[in-house]
């Protein structure tokens, strides 16, 4: 596979669909990479290329296979792959990929109003006896005026579910998170800010 994906006949959909990036997004965050990462003068020979290594990031994420799994496609050990990987992940944020708008720059740059939508992801945790909820039902039918305001709505809702479901194609994202909970914000950040490169302007 690692082979396959090195060839440069790979047009930029099979790519995307194998690693979730366009091959330009890809140059970009290695450039990103090269910007962070001091040039190696000394000491034992690096495993992996800087290229090989922001691969098996991105199939990680874009795959969430086991760590194993993804250390034998690329010809490394399960934890040599957990090194890279989250080696990676704090270079790319010192580089400032996952750098994100704040409240400020919301509030001062949307003069009328904006949409919030949200997602989940399960997480792997002790099992609890879950509570008994009592669910009240709806006694009074909608309004037209009613009607009309949740189509309104419903059609700026879309394009954050469209943005949510593009997020979500990395698996990492969008099945249960096996990894430390507290790593899991600057994952979602990361990608938060590949998307938004490859969707700006």
Request: net charge positive; hydrophobic share 30%; glycine share 4%.
């Amino acid at each position: 596979m690692l082979s396959y994906m090195s060839n440069k006949k790979l047009i930029d959909t099979e790519f995307r669909r194998m690693t979730g990036v366009k091959i330009k997004t890809f140059n970009y965050l290695l450039q990103k990479l090269k910007s962070v990462t001091p040039e190696q003068k000394s000491g034992p020979k690096k495993t992996l290329s800087l290229r090989k290594e922001l691969l098996l990031t991105l199939d990680y994420w874009r795959n969430y296979n086991s760590l194993l799994t993804t250390g034998k496609k690329y010809k490394v050990s399960e934890s040599t792959a957990c090194r890279i990987y989250r080696s990676v992940e704090l270079r790319l944020a010192r580089a400032g990929v996952c750098k994100l708008p704040g409240k400020k720059s919301l509030l001062t740059e949307i003069e009328e109003s904006f949409t919030i939508d949200a997602t989940e992801c399960p997480v792997e945790r002790p099992k609890r006896k879950p509570k008994s909820r009592i669910k009240n039902k709806k006694k009074d039918p909608l309004t037209k005026q009613d009607k009309l305001k949740n189509k309104e709505q419903a059609k700026k809702r879309v394009v954050v579910e469209h943005v949510i479901g593009h997020l979500k194609k990395f698996k990492i994202i969008s099945q249960k998170y096996r990894n430390r909970r507290k790593r899991f914000t600057l994952k979602f950040n990361l990608i938060c800010g590949i998307y938004n490169y490859e969707n700006q302007g």
